[in-house]
């Protein structure tokens, strides 16, 4: 199963260091199953606690066939997830994922829950929206209300109320991002600048000022699987060197080779691999032998699913695509692919053409905020004053709850000045997201994918102006749409 | 709408059962009173969208309270004529929508401003001065299952411009009078005697004490209104 370290891939690790990670991983499998039997010993009896623990008892034993290799105990590539393609169009694919609370239809996009609540939506609406995983920010929970206050309350499953999956992310991207929103939401170039500044990425981990009292502080990769073995989620990312797609040079490849040392010490700190999944993260920016040799790695430690970082922070559209393109065909065929902070649907329409699985993003929730509706045209700005007096709903073809009560008209009175406005608006993108990926899932399983994908673009580009890179993605992912672009096709990006 | 009052304690209070159902089909089941008007916000309940409204409970939370003012930046009363009145905007077909100028955060009655001309409030887009035929025009527009006269300190003109209207809806007439307990009884003979479906108890939670209510309401509610109308004393029952 570890044939990796015969393999003989690290060429950048020296021997020794490869050696102490075996002996860490050995201390850390150990450790793992005594922590098992622990638990296996003193399970709680609590009422509340019986219900959840019937609920997951009952999503594990439909996971568990597939865990059982041979009857032998297994220490490494332990998951907590069952993955079954359902439908392909050639790279394409529609599975249904199984997870400790939820079984979800790929491809799935998910929505960001920072502190624990999707803002101004009820679960009971993210439900009936369709929402089968939502996105916790470890960053925030663990300094409110702190990771520990999360597990001694059961979860974050029952802190928020929340039936369903939850991911939660490393923590470390949010700490360099949320500094830097501070320090600056709209500059860019800044927003690089204060990266190197204020967030210290070293071997040990990310260093960090406080945002309480602006003391440094140290996020390891261990303290960080720690924290989210606490808050309980059903994925748990691994923490990664994050570095902006837009920078090049050795930052780049220190990045990648961070990440992948930093994998293991993930692993290793891995307390509850039977109830979470752990994914691991692909970095190594734009450049193709580095995003090869961390995909390689990543593969090697057989973890239960695999995303693609580093993307959607500014990098050229064509880049993005073939970043995707060229992680998805390494990846295995098996396991669930994540394409981290993407969620513009045209670039979830694209990534799923490329083969990727899952998506998450603010953009949604955020637009919405700011009074922008997605519609199948692109976007609707609510804001606009030719909404005033505009009786119709904001998409005549969708069918939520808002759509079918609401005026544009009421809703340009609310937006930015009520909360009623975000709340609204927040329903009807995310039930748009959710739409999306439905249509994706079921145009695959049926096996009219190119159809959809067709029809998608033509409704967002109707005088067939469908951007070059579109084309050139769409190009590789074998999805002919030639009959929606334009016979002349811009050379424009 | 029907008032019918179900039980009598042997004192003052009463129990009752207000029909709303009009001929648009809103609000169809029978609300009982005393009765909770729920706080709205440009029609909803703050932060409750119409989904969630289901869950609170039923029948005693579908009497909204709104106020007409809340829309003086949009949509204009022809918007709203035409996406076909108040509960269609709003999706809310099973609710009984109650039309009251003021309310306690947004739309506050500015009585210095306030002239023979209309009625003068400080809104969330500054100082309006509401004259009763815009306020008529925007109460057609919207068709409220009840709706409050435009009230001052003088509020017989009110209910003249009213009858000329065909607004639909029950007409509350507007009791006001501040702290003076004569001034309140006058009101309350003068709209007792008009074409009107109950009353509004106005003019309350603007910096009297709490000891000062009983006798004034006890003033307005003495012995002017037949026993079968509805009375609603807002600030009471709005908070």
Wanted: aromatic content about 6%.
């Amino acid at each position: 199963m570890i044939s990796v370290y015969e393999c003989g891939r690290y060429i950048c690790m020296e021997q020794n260091e490869e050696q102490q990670r075996v002996e860490r991983r050995r201390e850390a499998a150990t450790r793992a199953v005594e922590m098992r039997r622990e638990a296996a010993a003193s399970s709680k009896g609590d009422e509340d606690e019986q219900w959840w623990g019937s609920r997951r008892e009952k999503m594990m034993t439909d996971i568990r066939p597939s865990l059982t290799v041979s009857g032998r105990e297994i220490d490494f590539g332990v998951m907590a997830l069952r993955f079954e393609v359902l439908g392909r169009f050639n790279r394409a694919r529609a599975a249904q994922l199984t997870l400790p609370h939820f079984v979800c239809q790929t491809p799935l996009f998910m929505p960001v829950g920072t502190q624990g609540t999707i803002k101004g939506l009820t679960t009971n609406q993210l439900e009936e929206i369709g929402c089968q995983i939502i996105l916790g920010n470890t960053y925030h929970l663990a300094l409110r209300p702190t990771s520990e206050l999360i597990d001694e309350l059961g979860g974050l499953h029952k802190f928020m109320n929340w039936p369903r999956a939850l991911l939660t992310d490393s923590g470390g991207f949010q700490m360099v991002v949320l500094i830097l929103d501070r320090v600056s939401w709209t500059n860019l170039s800044a927003v690089e600048v204060s990266l190197l500044h204020l967030a210290d990425i070293t071997e040990k981990g990310v260093t960090f000022q406080s945002p309480v009292d602006g003391k440094p502080m140290l996020l390891t990769p261990e303290e960080s699987i720690q924290i989210q073995n606490r808050i309980g989620a059903d994925i748990i990312m691994a923490l990664d060197d994050v570095v902006k797609t837009t920078i090049t040079g050795p930052r780049i490849e220190e990045a990648m080779h961070r990440t992948l040392r930093w994998i293991d010490r993930c692993i290793a700190a891995h307390k509850r691999p039977r109830e979470q999944n752990l994914f691991g993260i692909v970095q190594g920016g734009l450049d193709p032998v580095l995003r090869d040799i961390c995909v390689k790695g990543l593969v090697d430690r057989n973890l239960p699913g695999y995303a693609i970082g580093g993307l959607a922070g500014g990098e050229d559209k064509d880049s993005f695509w073939r970043v995707v393109a060229q992680c998805t065909a390494a990846l295995p065929e098996d396991k669930p692919r994540y394409v981290m902070g993407v969620g513009y649907p045209l670039d979830i329409v694209v990534c799923s053409a490329l083969g990727a699985d899952m998506y998450d993003c603010v953009y949604p929730t955020r637009t919405a905020r700011f009074g922008t509706a997605l519609v199948p045209e692109g976007v609707l700005k609510l804001k606009h004053q030719a909404m005033a007096d505009d009786t119709r709903p904001i998409d005549p073809t969708c069918a939520c709850m808002v759509c079918k009560n609401y005026t544009r008209a009421y809703i340009h009175c609310l937006v930015t000045k009520d909360a009623m406005g975000s709340q609204l608006l927040s329903y009807h993108n995310l039930y748009y997201m959710m739409q999306l990926s439905r249509n994706l899932h079921s145009s695959i399983v049926e096996g009219r994918f190119p159809e959809f994908v067709c029809s998608f673009l033509q409704k967002m580009f109707p005088k067939g102006d469908v951007p070059e890179w579109v084309c050139n993605a769409m190009d590789v992912a074998g999805i002919d749409i030639s009959s929606c672009c334009a016979p002349f096709p811009s050379s424009k990006d | 709408m029907k008032f019918a009052v179900t039980a009598l304690s042997g004192g003052r209070a009463r129990a009752g059962v207000l029909h709303l159902g009009s001929s648009s089909g809103s609000c169809p089941n029978p609300i009982e009173t005393p009765a909770l008007l729920l706080s709205t916000r440009k029609g909803l309940p703050n932060f409750i969208s119409p989904d969630l409204l289901p869950s609170l409970p039923s029948p005693d939370s579908h009497l909204l309270q709104f106020s007409p003012l809340h829309f003086l930046e949009g949509p204009s009363p022809k918007t709203i004529s035409s996406i076909g009145g108040l509960h269609q905007m709003l999706g809310l077909h099973e609710y009984g929508l109650v039309a009251v100028a003021r309310d306690s955060v947004q739309s506050l009655p500015e009585c210095d401003s306030t002239n023979k001309i209309g009625a003068s409030f400080e809104t969330s887009s500054g100082r309006r001065l509401v004259k009763p035929v815009e306020y008529m025009e925007m109460i057609s527009s919207m068709r409220p299952n009840l709706w409050s006269t435009l009230a001052d300190e003088v509020p017989a003109w009110v209910s003249d411009k009213r009858n000329k209207t065909s607004a639909g809806g029950a007409v509350f007439g507007s009791i006001v009078g501040g702290s003076n307990v004569e001034e309140r009884q006058q009101c309350a003979q003068e709209v007792a005697k008009r074409n009107v479906s109950g009353y509004w108890i106005g003019g309350f939670g603007l910096g009297e004490s709490m000891d000062e209510r009983p006798p004034l309401l006890n003033a307005v509610t003495v012995s002017h209104f037949s026993l079968n109308m509805e009375a609603s004393i807002l600030p009471l029952f709005d908070r």
